[in-house]
């Protein structure tokens, strides 16, 4: 069941001559000054365009500031720096480094000058406190959809948030008011799509017609932009890979603690003054991120070792995220845009990959460590950045019961499907609460032969995992620089072709099927339908919303799951 595109798919936008491939004399004027992009792959591509200055020195956490207009032509050839990260996350993310100069973009368009007012389709990468843009070859949604494609570095880990009432309370001087404070990272990407708002024309895109994505932490920085009211206007739609579930951003009192918590051990002391604001600026990056923990050693319990005092995810400051999310949903406080949202059948399956991987000699995972795994997360506090609702006396226990290692060929796929099922049902969670207020449309992406970049683990099944779409959507993708690349097979590609599809006909119209109602049917609730995405003999096809609920068990997990 074959999608069909809207665009011209034979317009010139996609048309060049032999002597167009490699120019490097392609030049386009911003705001700050004109870049020379290049033609590949028959697109024009930017690379490394600064989008804000860099946040050092006393830039470090304030909100982005327009970047210093420079007077020569700047050569966007190459991919702007990484920001600052201590991990590749198995071989996800990386490289490490101390970088805070990364706040750079990258755009992917059809032959400048040939074409205008194209949807935009702006990518968040994935990783949490770790990843980059570099990874994402938007080239493929240019081409084939006619679209452009941006993606972009953001401020990572305690750079990116972090709050402290030496940052949060402090005057500029200047004009006696504050600053946004806590969510950095969440102002970085607003920042670019203000750029993008203010440049974008000149590369052929239309800056009423921007489609928000990402995968993972790109999807929950998607969701921050749905919640945030500083963000109204500045997109019009959304794709939600594998993210669409309770965030829980943290309250800001725990999240000032926390901050408090990291300047003592930083030894700027515990008072809150200026003093301390002044000393935590001038901190080395590398004692940053010694403080912050090593991400990559991985206990019994599943901790990844990152200090107490790091948030993972968002804080509830007041301004950038003024409410809890679920209040914001159940009340409608939150940018209202289409939305297609989605998991994958076998979500778990990354998220224990990096805890193999790290161990020497590699060794499968075990029930004991399966047990211990749930044990200590549904013995503990619920609410976000681990603060109260706790979970009651014998939770743990129930969903034990619920995942015998007698139903699994073995430990890790006993593993996987509890933590598949947990994700997705915190996703359907949302969506009940989401649909009636915006078009939704659901999927769940099931190639279970997915190529995964991972080295061979032994007896590692990694089926259609968390980020395995993400290279049916971005060319050869294989996470960082450690990971493996494996190209797709013929059906993979007919596959990638169909979702590239989806995307960029929602990008054009706000329905993932061009126009109509088929194959993929907008989600109308209990009675509506999920999308799936799969090389097998059913291909693009529908399962109900009481399958979905059944396959994943989702009656359980509403007894269990706490959205405060």
């Not at 930083?266 to 403080?291: E, F, M, N, W, Y």
């Not at 499968?364 to 503990?380: C, D, M």
């Not at 034990?400 to 049902?425: E, H, K, M, R």
Request: charged residues 15%; proline residues 8%.
């Amino acid at each position: 069941m074959a999608l069909t595109m809207m665009v011209a798919w034979g317009s010139t936008a996609n048309v060049q001559s032999q002597e167009d491939e490699g120019r490097g004399d392609l030049i386009v004027p911003t705001k700050e000054g004109s870049v020379q992009g290049f033609y590949t792959k028959g697109i024009s591509e930017f690379l490394g365009i600064p989008y804000a200055a860099p946040p050092v020195g006393d830039l470090r956490w304030r909100p982005p500031v327009a970047h210093e207009p420079w007077g020569n032509v700047l050569k966007a050839t190459a991919y702007g720096p990484t920001c600052a990260q201590i991990s590749e996350l198995g071989v996800y993310a990386g490289p490490p480094n101390s970088n805070e100069d990364c706040l750079y973009l990258n755009v992917f368009t059809p032959a400048v000058g040939r074409h205008e007012n194209l949807p935009v389709i702006v990518y968040f990468h994935g990783g949490g406190e770790e990843g980059e843009s570099n990874d994402f070859d938007g080239s493929k949604l240019a081409l084939q959809g006619d679209t452009v494609v941006v993606t972009l570095n953001f401020r990572l880990g305690l750079f990116g948030v972090l709050a402290h009432p030496a940052l949060d309370n402090e005057i500029d001087s200047e004009d006696n008011d504050g600053h946004l404070f806590a969510n950095y990272n969440i102002l970085d990407q607003q920042f670019a799509l203000h750029w993008i708002h203010d440049n974008i024309a000149n590369f052929g895109g239309d800056p009423s017609n921007v489609t928000l994505s990402g995968q993972s932490y790109g999807a929950k920085a998607t969701t921050y932009q749905i919640l945030s009211p500083l963000a109204k206007g500045l997109f019009q739609k959304a794709i939600l890979e594998s993210a669409l579930v309770y965030l829980g951003s943290t309250p800001l009192g725990l999240a000032e603690q926390r901050g408090v918590a990291f300047a003592v051990a930083a030894g700027c002391g515990s008072r809150t003054g200026p003093d301390v604001a002044a000393c935590l600026r001038a901190l080395p990056a590398s004692k940053i991120q010694a403080l912050e923990g090593n991400g990559v050693a991985y206990d019994d319990d599943g901790d990844t070792g990152r200090a107490s005092y790091v948030v993972s995810g968002a804080i509830s400051d007041g301004q950038i995220l003024p409410t809890d999310e679920i209040q914001a949903y159940e009340t409608g406080n939150f940018n209202h845009v289409p939305i297609i949202t989605g998991s994958t059948e076998d979500e778990g399956a990354f998220f224990i990959a990096p805890r193999e991987y790290y161990e020497s000699p590699r060794t499968p995972f075990t029930e004991a460590q399966f047990v211990a795994a749930v044990t200590a997360t549904y013995s503990g506090n619920a609410g976000p950045g681990g603060s109260p609702p706790a979970y009651p006396a014998g939770t743990a226990q129930r969903v034990l019961a619920q995942y015998p290692l007698s139903n699994y060929p073995s430990p890790q796929l006993q593993w996987v499907a509890q933590g598949t099922d947990a994700f997705a049902c915190r996703m359907y969670h949302i969506v009940q609460l989401l649909y009636e207020q915006v078009p939704m449309y659901v999927y769940e992406f099931r190639d279970r032969t997915a190529p995964f970049y991972f080295p061979v683990m032994p007896g590692f099944v990694s089926g259609a995992y968390h980020t395995g779409d993400s290279q049916y959507i971005f060319p050869l993708y294989h996470g960082g620089p450690l990971g493996i690349t494996h190209p797709l097979n013929a059906n993979q590609e007919e596959l990638s072709d169909q979702i590239v599809a989806t995307w960029t006909n929602f990008a054009w119209t706000s329905n993932p099927n061009g126009h109509g109602n088929r194959p993929w049917p907008r989600y109308t609730g209990p009675n509506g339908r999920w999308f799936t995405e799969d090389i097998r003999p059913a291909g693009l096809s529908t399962v109900t919303d009481a399958q979905f609920v059944a396959e994943h068990k989702c009656a359980f997990w509403e007894t269990v799951l706490i959205f405060p």
